[in-house]
């Protein structure tokens, strides 16, 4: 294989993954915005029709802290709850952040695993999606297309 071949590859599979590392923002931002919403719904049903709910009730719960600038832990206001829910004889833990009181107890849904048990919001974040084997060919077209250009041209 030709060095300058070679050499013009390794480059390209690079720009690939700078490429790819600057579109993942873009792609967060699109998939909370038009894929949790829409799909979110149809997840709570499709796990409440399963029987796929949990009462969760709250074990523990404290403060959460930042470091500041003078060296000091202050609170920054939120609150983290620890729940526990049981399936089958097992025990599970969840945790929560809240900027509000946590309630004594939450409804939990899970789809397929109870260790995957989440709120209705958040249901959405545990099922698999296609968006990750899109963002992996965008990656692979990023690669491709710096591939191209730079066989093009000439250095």
């Known amino acids: 294989m030709n060095t300058e071949l070679l050499a013009k590859a390794i ?40 029987g796929n709910v949990i009462t969760a009730r709250l074990i523990k719960h404290y403060d959460d802290y930042d470091y500041n600038r003078s060296g000091k832990y202050m609170t920054n206001g939120k609150e983290i709850g620890v729940y526990e829910y049981e399936h089958n004889g097992r025990k599970y833990k969840y945790r929560l952040i809240s900027i509000n009181r946590l309630p004594q107890e939450i409804t939990l849904y899970y789809l397929n695993k109870p260790k995957k048990a989440t709120v209705s919001n958040d249901i959405y974040i545990t099922q698999r999606s296609p968006w990750f084997r899109s963002f992996l060919v965008i990656g692979l077209i990023c690669c491709l297309i710096s591939f191209v250009c730079l066989i093009n041209i000439d250095f």
């Open 11 to 50: 480059t390209s599979i690079v720009f690939g993954i700078v490429g790819t590392i600057f579109i993942t923002p873009i792609f967060i931002f699109l998939r909370k915005i038009f894929y949790g919403p829409f799909i979110n719904k149809k997840l709570v049903e499709r796990a409440k029709v399963k």
